[in-house]
């Protein structure tokens, strides 16, 4: 049993056994944070990790960039089909859960802070085959759009929680020359109104 408080500030104050749990994606463990982010449904993250594998089709050998990676569902599960993993995160707790899982893994480096300003500052020639994005509830938004088609990523899976959003963005990409090849989505919380949605984009 673990408990833990939350204070009206925001600051989780642990009660009740360890501030993380653990939750079996995949074949992996993987630590959260009290306050921090992971998937509810399990057997749905578990499709999720399926799907991505599936869509962006890794041959062994690839660059994958995971944005808004939280702690490494998508980064670590995928590690093995590719060559290198490069993740970003913004929240300093999902970065040491991040650390945690990812310590038994040897291929991937993690970048801590605003997703479309560590883009920043990679070089243009530095060569992502792949990119994973799974951002929160407000998109990913111009500027990470911006960022990404500087990079050239030549294709990217966008994992979306708010169908408004992901079409916003879709149609930045669209005009900036991504095409947008699949959309599938998922009942990650039957009996609500709420869908995940996975879509993938090929560069023209």
Same mark, same amino acid.
């Given at each position: ?6 204070? @009206?500030?925001?600051?989780?104050? %642990?009660?009740?056994?360890?501030? !993380?749990?653990?939750? *079996?994606?995949?074949? @992996?463990?993987? @630590? ?13 993250? *578990? ?6 594998? *599936?869509?962006?089709a890794p041959q062994g050998h690839e660059t994958l960039l995971d944005g808004y990676c939280g702690v490494g569902l998508f980064a670590l599960s995928l590690a093995r089909s590719v060559g290198q993993v490069?993740?970003?995160?913004? +929240? !300093? ?6 650390? !945690?899982? #990812? @310590? ?9 802070? %605003?997703?479309? *300003? ?5 070089? #243009? ?5 792949? #990119? ?5 509830? +407000? ?7 911006? &960022?990404?088609?500087r990079l050239g990523v030549p294709r990217l899976l966008y994992v979306s929680c708010d169908p408004a959003t992901l079409a916003r963005d879709a149609r930045l990409l669209v005009e900036a020359g991504y095409?947008? &090849? &699949?959309? &599938? ?11 995940? +949605?996975? #879509? ?5």
């Amino acid at each position: 049993v673990r408990v833990a408080f939350r204070e @009206r500030d925001g600051s989780v104050v %642990p009660l009740i056994g360890d501030p !993380w749990l653990e939750e *079996e994606v995949a074949g @992996r463990t993987f @630590r959260c944070a009290a306050d921090g982010f992971f998937q509810v449904n399990t057997i749905g993250a *578990e499709a999720m990790v399926d799907l991505a594998l *599936e869509m962006l089709a890794p041959q062994g050998h690839e660059t994958l960039l995971d944005g808004y990676c939280g702690v490494g569902l998508f980064a670590l599960s995928l590690a093995r089909s590719v060559g290198q993993v490069i993740a970003v995160e913004e +929240s !300093w707790v999902a970065c040491e859960d991040f650390a !945690w899982n #990812a @310590r038994d893994v040897d291929n991937v480096a993690l970048f801590e802070g %605003p997703f479309a *300003e560590v883009l920043e500052t990679f070089d #243009a020639e530095e060569r992502i085959h792949l #990119a994973i994005i799974d951002p929160p509830r +407000s998109g990913a938004g111009a500027e990470a759009v911006a &960022q990404l088609v500087r990079l050239g990523v030549p294709r990217l899976l966008y994992v979306s929680c708010d169908p408004a959003t992901l079409a916003r963005d879709a149609r930045l990409l669209v005009e900036a020359g991504y095409e947008l &090849q &699949q959309v &599938q989505p998922l009942d990650m919380f039957p009996q609500t109104y709420h869908i995940e +949605s996975m #879509a993938l984009f090929t560069l023209r």
